[in-house]
């Protein structure tokens, strides 16, 4: 009887995920009567009439509302229930369950400096969605959560070297040492659309894709080119989303040398909000302005001129030397949280230093 509401078990397959919601949109006006209402009926039944994904209706506590399912099938239900906005098959009790399951992600599944709660990089804010809800005036694109998750935990991820044959600047949270996992960029590319006057989300950007404009050939996770396959979104949406962000201001962004780039990191690090009004590290010991609500590192977790982010809830420290290909990297994990994706080896360290992983 539970299978008969759950979303994720039983229906996301249904409609491809956000696939088919997605595909109506550009195809509604080629499509007859039936076409349409065959369609609504689908997304009908996969999301409205009580459906439910892990996150939902849940109270505003802890590993209730962390998980990497819940942003990840809330934006699949979203965009069906979009898809249907003005006709007889939308259901908005299930699309208001769904913006308070993202609330609450929000507010508890990510923390201030823009870090996910989950470990393992197996969480992402959904910019693609941020940007379709802003023009619906819910406005999770603007909050200091999505800024600083590009803007801190993002920027501070990237490893201080191009290395194109792993696809990847970005090491996300555990994930230390080899770029291998993939950078989320649906994320990135929304938020610099969101931002297309904001240099540190247009660094972040060009450190994303590099020189791979397209979007088809994302790298895999072991350095390999991933086929574009229709019936899995994630990567077959990948260049849609791209396509869809694209703007005339980004050619200016790619046309500058990467290393020349990484250096511009350096001034418009120190803006991710809100900024410390003082930070200094000077042999080892750490002063920085106090801060209330997080025990004297300030809310985006920014230390040192821009050249550290401290993450105290996500639990990461990252430092680099500058802002160059060849800079001087340390990570350290003393994460401790349990729960799903966790990292078996606390207390980790990485160090990378012109442009090689030595540690």
Request: glycine letters at 8%.
């Amino acid at each position: 009887q539970k299978l008969k509401y759950d979303y994720r078990v039983t229906y996301q397959e249904l409609v491809n995920r956000e696939f088919l919601p997605i595909a109506y949109d550009f195809a509604h006006g080629a499509m007859d009567g039936g076409e349409r209402q065959n369609m609504l009926r689908a997304f009908e039944m996969a999301t409205s009439k009580n459906k439910w994904v892990i996150g939902m209706d849940a109270p505003p506590c802890g590993e209730a509302n962390t998980s990497n399912w819940t942003p990840a099938h809330v934006m699949m239900m979203l965009f069906a229930q979009m898809a249907m906005e003005k006709t007889k098959e939308y259901d908005r009790e299930t699309y208001q369950r769904c913006i308070a399951a993202f609330e609450r992600f929000f507010a508890i599944g990510m923390h201030q400096d823009g870090s996910p709660s989950e470990g393992m990089g197996k969480n992402q804010i959904m910019g693609e969605l941020l940007v379709a809800l802003a023009r619906r005036g819910e406005l999770f694109v603007a909050s200091q959560v999505a800024r600083n998750h590009a803007r801190g935990y993002l920027l501070h991820s990237a490893q201080p070297f191009a290395k194109k044959d792993h696809g990847s600047l970005f090491t996300f949270s555990e994930q230390l040492g080899g770029s291998f996992s993939r950078p989320k960029l649906a994320d990135v590319a929304a938020l610099a659309y969101a931002y297309p006057t904001d240099p540190c989300m247009q660094a972040v950007l060009r450190m994303a894709l590099q020189d791979d404009l397209s979007g088809v050939n994302i790298a895999s996770a072991r350095g390999g080119k991933r086929k574009l396959h229709i019936k899995f979104p994630y990567t077959a949406l990948h260049p849609l989303w791209l396509i869809l962000f694209a703007s005339p201001a980004d050619h200016a962004v790619f046309e500058q040398p990467l290393d020349s780039l990484m250096s511009l990191c350096a001034a418009v690090a120190d803006a991710a909000e809100p900024s410390p009004s003082a930070g200094v590290f000077d042999a080892g010991l750490l002063t920085t302005a106090k801060d209330s609500s997080s025990g004297g590192v300030p809310a985006s977790g920014l230390l040192w001129g821009g050249l550290g982010q401290w993450s105290n809830e996500h639990g990461r420290l990252v430092v680099r030397s500058c802002w160059k290909l060849d800079a001087a990297q340390l990570v350290f994990v003393p994460r401790a949280e349990h729960g799903g994706h966790a990292h078996d080896d606390r207390n980790k360290i990485a160090f990378t230093s012109h442009g090689v992983v030595w540690a």
